[in-house]
């Protein structure tokens, strides 16, 4: 669940497990369209027929995005240009709304191409990892 003020929560989409030991589970959930500076999150969490809520979690966007997507909407190619003054090497991946990584790889440019024309139509995130944290993330729309 989702909300822009901390009160009125909606629907926003379904958690991936990750990881799964015993009782214990890792979950995650991209929101590909997150309100303009802060998201507030909750997760509604179904167990024996009872319905529990978890702690409020606030996000706060980043405002200055340096990744760029062209053409966005795209069909066919996409460049993908980001921060990597230093060189080092990046991970770039793009992923659907389930969570899943489709295309992910790697270089020491700032830009990369990918052919996105196997990619059915619909809304995708683009992440940039440097040192394992993903520093930089914008939408894709595929026509």
Do not use: W
């Not at 659907?96 to 700032?110: F, H, M, P, Q, Y």
């Amino acid at each position: 669940m989702k909300s822009a003020d901390g009160t009125h929560f909606s629907d926003a989409g379904f958690m991936q497990e990750t990881f799964a030991t015993g009782a214990n589970k890792e979950l995650y959930y991209n929101d590909l369209l997150p309100f303009s500076n802060i998201t507030f999150y909750r997760a509604r969490i179904y167990s024996g027929g009872d319905i529990q809520f978890s702690s409020i979690v606030k996000v706060q966007q980043v405002a200055d995005r340096s990744i760029t997507v062209i053409p966005n909407p795209a069909h066919e190619m996409v460049q993908i240009n980001f921060n990597n003054r230093e060189r080092e090497k990046a991970t770039i991946r793009i992923i659907d709304t389930r969570g899943k990584v489709l295309i992910e790889s790697s270089t020491n440019n700032a830009f990369i191409h990918y052919d996105i024309s196997h990619l059915a139509p619909g809304m995708y995130l683009v992440q940039v990892v440097l040192q394992g944290q993903v520093t930089e993330a914008n939408k894709l729309v595929v026509q």
